[in-house]
């Protein structure tokens, strides 16, 4: 019976250029990464080539707001002048909850002299958590915000491409401050998760009928701003017996989110543990005196 010896190789691999990767691309979450010495040799006798991706780290950092996709925010109010004016602000990229990106809106506004700022802001936007809604609120009865902007943030907030404008009731009176609850639901968290994919394997993990050398599902775990760590008690197997009778002396990684696309990481870079394994046959060759010797 043929016996098999179990061989291992451990990578640890970061996006970070300062600790050796190359080839890194604009958004942070494509690099390549040089082996070194004689890089991965795997025998073509080798059986059952397998990687496993024990830890990944990545930073929490991935926009929700994107330039030029849904940055825009235009509001009709009475400035600090007291004339009525359209602001069209445009919110920096970043990754921002609800609550930060009011507090944007309003700072870009106060910059602008947007609205009296001894008095209150001209809107206010709350969670309704029960609906997983935005509530927003137009506190003075010439207040408008224009949702049928382009690259405005609509879908974001969860508000049909409209125009909200404070409506009066049957008898021409008006009670301020006025409520609107979202259209449908807010769409903040745009990553639901990631996906780390590698070229070790030509085949991967199989997404939902798909395959894009997928090795593992990062979760952002932790709060915005913050590192997530992944460390999966039973880590996917995936084959990589496209490796058998090859030598790798480089590597390619990449990081997309639950869709394929690729994602922004800000300038923050990623890590991930990995681990190959295969098992070789052990050869034995006997010896006329019954003795014999084993090699690989």
């Not at 991935?62 to 009525?84: E, W």
């Not at 879908?155 to 409506?167: D, M, N, S």
């Not at 009778?245 to 990995?274: H, Y």
């Not at 070789?280 to 006997?286: I, K, R, V």
Request: charged letters at 20%; one cysteine or more.
């Amino acid at each position: 019976m043929k016996t098999l010896i179990e061989r291992s190789e451990s990578l640890l691999i970061s996006s970070d250029e300062n600790e050796g990767a190359i080839n890194v691309n604009s958004l942070g979450n494509r690099f390549q990464l040089n082996l070194g010495g004689d890089g991965i040799k795997i025998p073509k006798t080798a059986e059952e080539v397998q990687l496993q991706c024990q830890e990944a780290l990545v930073w929490n950092v991935i926009p929700n707001i994107k330039a030029g996709v849904n940055d825009k925010f235009s509001i009709k109010c009475t400035n600090g002048d007291g004339i009525v004016v359209n602001h069209l602000l445009t919110i920096p990229q970043g990754v921002y909850t609800l609550q930060s990106l009011y507090e944007m809106i309003i700072l870009l506004l106060k910059n602008e002299n947007g609205y009296d700022q001894t008095g209150e802001p001209p809107f206010s936007l709350e969670a309704s958590n029960a609906t997983q809604k935005t509530i927003l609120s137009l506190n003075f009865a010439n207040v408008e915000i224009d949702f049928t902007i382009q690259n405005s943030l609509a879908e974001t907030l969860g508000f049909e491409p409209r125009v909200v404008v404070v409506i009066p009731n049957q008898n021409g009176t008006t009670v301020l401050p006025q409520v609107f609850l979202g259209d449908k639901i807010a769409k903040f968290d745009l990553v639901q998760y990631l996906l780390l994919h590698t070229d070790l394997t030509d085949n991967g993990i199989k997404y939902n009928g798909r395959r894009d050398s997928i090795i593992s599902r990062i979760f952002l775990n932790n709060d915005i701003g913050s590192q997530c760590i992944n460390e999966p008690i039973n880590p996917p197997i995936v084959s990589c017996n496209n490796l058998k009778g090859s030598t790798k002396s480089n590597i390619s990684v990449w990081i997309t989110d639950q869709n394929g696309n690729d994602v922004n990481m800000l300038e923050e870079p990623f890590s991930a543990r990995l681990l190959l394994t295969w098992k070789e046959p052990l050869h034995e060759h006997h010896h006329s005196n019954g003795k014999y010797t084993s090699y690989f």
